[in-house]
């Protein structure tokens, strides 16, 4: 089994100036002239943290992270009062992605995105797919309605009743045959007794049920109340307008993925992005390494997805020369 490469520090970090009032945050770390990647996280609205380095070798790899507009240490935070969330779609950040890669002059990047991070990974890949040297994509998410009917609408609830209540809890009785539709409506609510409650339980929801087993920890990183404000306006917002896709659009167009390497990394188990998207994603892009993850949910860390998605960063670096 594989596991983390030891912590390291960025090298170089920044603010970068990425129009509509936006500067999205960015660092490198590992080796200055290794092989870039760059790392893709979940959400939307989630934000990096100093594992997300340990997926890559250090000696071999020139890491890129970056917070998506509107959470982490991006600006202006999606928490803060009258933030506007009306420059903040896919296309969006498809293009500071592409404005990232050349302002620090890389030709080609590996791309690294498990669940709302495939999902722009995959937009990115299918826009830029001359800049995509791989794609390593994970607990695949692509924004279909029948994928959010089923985690936000109540499919998983016959899974995770006990979780379900809570997040039901801030929405009025006569207002839940559309959750997604009410909860925007809690969430743009300007009263913190409204919005508040309302961000905490769609963000617990979220932490709840991504994991095979229980993680208290992973709850109360989800718990936190700017976080989970941030994380629940800005998937909200995506949510809503499905992505700012056609139904299907990312499995339809993959076959312009048929020549970048790629690994699509799928939990058995994973109630958050069932399997299914993935198997579809695998049969429209068969040119990919399907690896089924046997006792696993959705989270990265846990020991089968972590081990795979090491072995395949770590594959797609042989032959790159050490510092």
Sequence with gaps: MHSFYPEIE?????????GDGQSIYWE?????YGKPAVFLHGGPGGETQPNHRRLFDPAKYRIVLLDQRGSGRSLPHASDAGADLSTNTT?????????????LRIDRWLVFGGSWGSTLALAYSETHPGRVSELVLRGIFTLRKSELDWFYEGGAEAVFPDAWEGFLAPVPLDERD????SY???????DPAIHGPAAVAWSVWEASTITLLP???????FADPRYALAFARI??????NRGFFDDGQLIRDAGVLADIPGVIIQGRYDICTPAVTAWDLHRAWPEAEFVMVPDAGHAFDEPGILSALIEATDRFAEGWPDA
């Design 28 to 32: 490198t770390s590992g080796n200055p």
């Design 215 to 221: 993680r208290p920890d992973v709850v109360s990183t």
């Design 184 to 190: 925007h409506r809690l969430l743009a609510d300007p």
């Design 10 to 18: 960025p090298y170089e970090s920044g603010l970068m100036d990425v």
């Design 91 to 103: 296309w969006h950040l498809v293009d500071d992605l592409e404005l990232l890669r050349q302002y």
């Design 178 to 181: 559309n959750l997604i539709h």
């Design 235 to 240: 998937e909200n917002h995506y949510f809503v």
